[in-house]
């Protein structure tokens, strides 16, 4: 099953706010439908959303107006600007030039995330390791296996994986609902944990490796990730625990200088304030929602692409 791919004239895709209920694919045909799936998330990920992207400019059928929507969805996700921007640069071409280019994003995403896993896995020490990572950076979060959790699939496929330790992922749970789906269906031993308990884990010498995904590197190698991975940063350095990002080499971008550069996506306060319809607090209470943090570059032992080993 691939999370995002082309079918006729639409893009198909797995509604990721339905998991783990229910496994459902939705036809998009437009843009503004497009727009409206990555906006509520039903599509995410860095590198799904590049491939959304891509093939939302077959979509938009050369209206800039759409176009520019389009990139724009979600501002710190570096590759969803990035997938546009690959694919818009064949309109004068015609539709089946722009379409060609954007098959061509999403089969480079699937062979990236096998070459990240193959190199993460290799630069990882040792035999039975116990990995513990944030949000979900799986195949749902691309097309195909992922980014860090394509690692641990790696890890698993070659029997050296003893254990996975997802943190929930407050406030939208994208490691409870999705990462555990995922780490059930290919059958990695794995246990969920409460966000604010992964750097005690790491502490107590729980962990091995901490691996997470991200979603825009700065040319300075800070990186940005769904809030949480800087506290974790902050314990793995003093846990002596490697800290690894693994992106695809896509997510970089030359033009943020720093990670004070990136633009954090600040969401609905209701993510905060409900679960799934339920309110958890009194009414009139506000609530800020930071999407994601920003990882310092000397916190993070590597940065693995689907070309390179950066250490930061």
């Not at 059928?61 to 064949?90: C, F, K, M, S, Y």
């Amino acid at each position: 099953m691939r999370t995002i791919d082309w079918a006729g004239d639409a893009v198909e895709l797995v509604d990721q706010t339905l998991l783990p209920d229910r496994c459902v694919t939705l036809r998009v045909e437009t843009v503004a439908e497009l727009v409206a799936a990555i906006r509520r998330l039903a599509v995410r990920g860095a590198p799904a959303l590049g491939v959304a992207g891509a093939l939302g400019v077959v979509l938009a059928d050369g209206d800039p107006a759409q176009i520019a929507e389009l990139r724009a969805a979600r501002p710190t996700a570096a590759n969803l600007a990035w997938g546009v921007d690959r694919a818009a640069a064949h309109l004068r071409e015609g539709r089946e030039a722009v379409l060609r280019a954007a098959l061509r994003v999403r089969d480079d995403d699937i062979a990236a995330c096998r070459a990240m896993g193959e190199r993460g896995a290799d630069l990882l020490e040792g035999d039975r390791l116990r990995i513990m990572t944030v949000c979900n950076s799986g195949a749902l979060a691309a097309v195909e296996r992922g980014t860090a959790l394509g690692v641990v699939q790696t890890l698993h496929e070659r029997g050296r994986l003893t254990e996975v330790l997802a943190l929930e992922t407050r406030p939208l749970l994208q490691g409870a609902r999705l990462t555990t789906w995922e780490l059930a269906r290919m059958g990695a031993p794995h246990r969920l944990v409460a966000d604010s308990a992964g750097p005690y884990l790491l502490a107590k010498g729980e962990v091995d490796a901490v691996l997470i995904g991200a979603d825009r590197i700065a040319a300075n190698g800070d990186t940005a990730n769904k809030i949480g991975s800087y506290a974790l940063a902050l314990g793995a350095e003093r846990a002596g625990v490697p800290f690894i990002v693994v992106a695809p080499e896509s997510t970089i971008d030359p033009a943020t200088p720093t990670g004070d550069h990136i633009v954090i996506e600040d969401r609905d306060p209701e993510e905060i304030l409900t679960v799934r319809g339920v309110r958890l607090a009194p009414e009139g209470t506000q609530a800020l929602n930071p999407a994601f943090d920003v990882t310092p570059h000397d916190l993070i032992t590597a940065i693995v692409t689907d070309r390179r080993v950066i250490r930061p």
